[in-house]
């Protein structure tokens, strides 16, 4: 599927004029933290994530995409850092974040000194800013939203508005980003 999903987007001219540029990534390894948690070892998720990280790797090739290994990375990562990358094995923390990024950024566009170090801060506060917002549009928190208790307009009647009004949020502090 990965073979047939390369082939028929290499085909595609989504700008109009030339085909897009791909760059696969692999899963991340599980970390270990069954000493502190009820979570397995990752032994057998490890193992998993291998080969299909090596058929990952195969099928780009054969398709001449870009292809990151951030399993094999991600293993060295656990045995070095003091604390845990991942919540549960494999949802990764703040921590986790961080030493992923610069690591996709330099594997997909090449090491290249920060030319913003300055408005790393701002920026982070603008995703996460954006993050909310969308989270919020894909996953409406309460109920009230859904099916209303205010005065009027009642949820229903108004609940095709507030989402459309998110998703114009969402995609206005997306540009600001950009």
């Not at 599927?1 to 030339?18: I, M, R």
């Not at 090491?111 to 995703?127: D, G, H, M, N, Q």
């Not at 909310?132 to 095709?160: A, D, E, M, S």
């Amino acid at each position: 599927e990965l073979d047939a999903f390369l082939k028929h987007t290499k085909a595609q001219q989504y700008n109009g004029q030339s085909a897009p540029q791909i760059a696969l990534v692999s899963p991340i390894a599980f970390e270990d933290l069954s000493s502190e948690f009820d979570v397995p070892n990752g032994e057998q998720e490890n193992k998993n994530l291998a080969l299909y990280t090596e058929a990952m790797r195969e099928v780009a090739a054969a398709n001449k995409v870009l292809f990151v290994d951030a399993f094999d990375a991600s293993k060295k990562w656990y045995g070095t850092e003091k604390e845990n990358l991942t919540q549960d094995g494999f949802q990764l923390t703040d921590n986790g974040y961080k030493a992923l990024a610069p690591f996709l950024a330099d594997h997909i566009f090449g090491k290249a000194p920060v030319k913003a170090e300055s408005k790393r801060e701002a920026t982070l506060a603008a995703v996460n800013e954006k993050n909310w917002v969308w989270h919020n549009y894909y996953k409406i928190p309460n109920g009230v939203h859904v099916y209303g208790r205010r005065y009027k307009p009642y949820g229903p009647q108004n609940y095709p508005d507030e989402l459309k009004k998110a998703a114009e949020m969402t995609q206005v502090r997306d540009q600001a980003i950009w």
